[in-house]
């Protein structure tokens, strides 16, 4: 069984990097098939895709968030990354981690709360 | 890149059908086969319900279907129940970055 799990912490001031990490078990995130990716959403509003990154080395972002997101691999601990720099209170959310096998948001992870507040 | 547009609420009584709309463009939904619909139960996780447009993960109902036609996709529960009362979200890959966008959202209600 597939399980996600995000880690970070849960209060980031405003200017400063959010870091979050998502621990994959029951499978390999090096396995060519998945990517694997962020998906975050506000307080009582709707889902907003973040970005994917995949064994390759591809990654890919939503347009306008994309000079501020990274999201990466480390295989060594099968655990992917997103950091997202520049916070302002509008990146309060729940951001989830989720497997992608390309057609559908297949394995997601419980989510985390993130707030931005000084 | 615009979010897809859902209708904000539908409703209906329990046993009948219903069909959430989503529309996008020719850069996204009309262009690719990679619509896929969720179900969010409210202070859950989102469950992957529908992908490939009309395709069910194993252990989906097959009281959930889905379509396109054109630049909008549809997604049809049949024999509503008072569990399928949650938000739905569609989702498709964009050429525009390339990227993937999520709907509005539709909160379902069963009367």
Redesign the interface.
Known sequence: QVQLQESGPGLVKPSETLSLTCTVSGASITDTRYHWGWVRQPPGKGLEWIGNVHYSGATYSKPSLKSRVSVSLDTSKNQFSLRLSSVTATDTAAYFCMRHDGSGMDVWGKGTTVSVSS | ?S?LTQPASVSESGGQSITISCTGTSSDVGGYN?V?W?Q?HPGK????M???VS?R?SGVSNRFSGSKSGNTASLTISGLQADDEA?Y?C?SYSI??????????TMVTVL
Do not use: E, H, M, W
Not at chain 2, 45 to 48: D, G, H, N, Q, T
Not at chain 2, 96 to 104: E, L
């Open positions: 890149q979010a990679y896929s969720y969010q996780v989102p469950k992957l529908i992908y490939d395709r993960p938000d979200y989702a525009n970055g390339p990227s993937f966008v999520f709907g509005t959202g």
